[in-house]
């Protein structure tokens, strides 16, 4: 079966840190990946996607994927009180179907 | 340009009822997916529809659970004879094509709660 793996946390990470958030994956068909944001009571939105090995940048986010380790992570430098959040990882497989984690609670503290 | 819009935002209906969750996807996308989510937990897949077709409807219940993307007019997700276990929050996205650089956009959701 596919998963995608996420620890549930809470990760509790001091203002102005990085914050890392990590996936793993076991379908290794699966071509690219999606980080979400979720504010409790509010819907997912999207902060980045990757496809390539390596890092991809944007703004304060660096998104990194491993396809020999079936492995993502989010990183967020400069954490912010607005970050705290749930961020949620999300593969899409070959058939174009994306299997989602469960997950981080992130808690960023002032 | 607007994003995905749901409503109701929040439904309230008794045991028995039918409770009907309106989807209308971005401009210029023809894939929709609906979604649920429990509190405190992850979204579950329901269903997958194109303009007049389910995809993949492998997550929805098989009794009293239905979806429709017709040729005109929003995404319909119907809930028949809810029960208590139905409330949840119902997110609906939608995504222009497939492929691997195509990300879902969600909708604000629906909140349906059953008493």
């Known amino acids: 079966q596919k998963e995608v793996e996420q620890n549930s946390g809470p990760l509790s990470v001091p203002e102005g840190a990085i914050a890392s958030l990590n996936c793993t994956y076991s379908?290794?068909?699966?071509?690219?990946f999606f980080w979400y944001r979720q504010y409790s009571g509010k819907s997912p939105e999207l902060i980045m996607f990757i496809y390539s090995n390596g890092d991809k940048e944007d703004g304060r986010f660096t998104a990194q994927l491993n396809k020999a380790s079936q492995y993502v992570s989010l990183l967020i430098r400069d954490s912010q009180p607005s970050d705290s959040a749930t961020y949620l990882c999300?593969?899409?497989?070959?058939?174009?179907?994306?299997?989602w984690g469960a997950g981080t609670k992130l808690i960023i503290k002032p | 340009n607007a994003g995905v819009m749901q409503n109701p935002r929040h439904l309230v209906r008794r045991r028995g009822q039918e409770a009907r969750l309106r989807c209308s996807p971005m401009?210029?996308?023809?894939?929709v997916y609906w979604y649920r989510q429990l509190p405190e937990e992850g979204l579950k897949f329901m269903v997958y529809?194109?303009?007049?077709?389910?995809?993949?409807e492998s997550g929805m219940p098989k009794e009293r659970f239905s979806a429709e993307f017709p040729k005109e007019g929003p995404s319909i997700l119907r809930i028949q004879q809810v029960v208590r276990g139905d409330s949840a929050a119902y997110f609906c996205?939608?995504?222009?094509?497939?492929?691997?650089?195509?990300?879902?956009?969600f909708g604000n959701g629906t909140r349906l709660t059953v008493t």
């Open positions: 379908d290794r068909g699966s071509q690219s």
């Open positions: 999300a593969g899409m497989d070959s058939n174009y179907q994306l299997i």
């Open positions: 529809l194109q303009k007049e077709n389910i995809i993949d």
């Open positions: 401009k210029g996308h023809s894939h």
């Open positions: 996205a939608s995504s222009p094509r497939t492929d691997y650089n195509s990300p879902l956009h």
